[in-house]
């Protein structure tokens, strides 16, 4: 069964510094890899999605890589702010076939940004 | 881009209550799933849909049913709800590639 690791669980920096979450998956059979930021008491909101064959995803000032055998995703974060401030969740969905609409989910990063 | 909109932000129910929770999406999407998501656990899967009328159990659905007579809605049916239901319910669907989530449903049964 996938299993999904986050760590740290939490993270506190000061503003202005790039930063490195990371995401580990037990099973490298993987159909995509996505990347959701989750503030508090709300839903989640679709950040990068990377599938299999990629190895990495840019938006703006957010850089997810994928390493697929080692089983490793990392979200990059350049030069942090306030707003940054967040639950980072990744989620793995598997390959085609029985199950493959289901994400697995890890616990998620809760970042804070300090001014 | 896709929007998935859920019916309600808070709701409070009482124990034994039969409890809809609705969700709609606008971009015919063919498939939606119901969550939960509670405190150190994380989000957990209750049921799914893959079409009009079909659904699948997800890891959690004791206690709960789902209905999805139009392709663009997926309600999650809280036959008779109870404490430990409360938590918050995120919708969310999805096509070839990503999901996309709804705002949530903070449920508080009392």
């Known amino acids: 069964k996938q299993e999904v690791t986050q760590i740290p669980a939490a993270l506190s920096v000061p503003e202005g510094e790039n930063l490195v979450l990371n995401c580990s998956f037990t099973?490298?059979?993987?159909?995509?890899l996505q990347w959701f930021r989750q503030d508090p008491g709300k839903g989640l909101t679709s950040l990068l999605l990377?599938?299999?064959?990629?190895r990495e995803q840019t938006s703006g000032r957010l850089n997810a890589s994928l390493d697929k055998s080692s089983g490793r995703s990392t979200l990059y974060i350049a030069a942090s702010q306030p707003g940054d401030s967040a639950t980072y969740l990744c989620?793995?969905?598997?390959?085609?076939?029985?199950?493959?609409?289901?994400?697995?989910f890890g616990k998620g990063t809760k970042l804070s940004v300090i001014p | 881009d896709v929007k998935v909109t859920q019916s309600s932000r808070y709701l409070v129910k009482r124990t034994g209550e039969k409890v809809f929770l609705e969700c709609v999406q606008d971009?015919?999407?063919?498939?939606m799933f119901w969550y939960r998501q509670d405190p150190g656990l994380g989000l957990r899967l209750i049921y799914f849909s893959y079409d009009v009328k079909m659904k699948e159990k997800g890891d959690i659905p004791e206690g709960y049913s789902v209905s999805r007579e139009k392709k663009e809605r997926f309600s999650l049916i809280l036959e008779s709800a109870s404490t430990n239901q409360t938590s918050m319910y995120l919708c969310?669907?999805?096509?070839?590639?990503?999901?996309?989530f709804g705002s949530g449903t903070r449920l508080t049964v009392v």
């Open positions: 971009m015919d999407h063919e498939n």
């Open positions: 989620a793995v969905r598997p390959p085609s076939g029985a199950g493959s609409y289901q994400l697995t």
């Open positions: 969310a669907s999805s096509f070839k590639g990503g999901y996309t």
């Open positions: 099973d490298s059979a993987i159909y995509n």
């Open positions: 990377i599938q299999s064959s990629q």
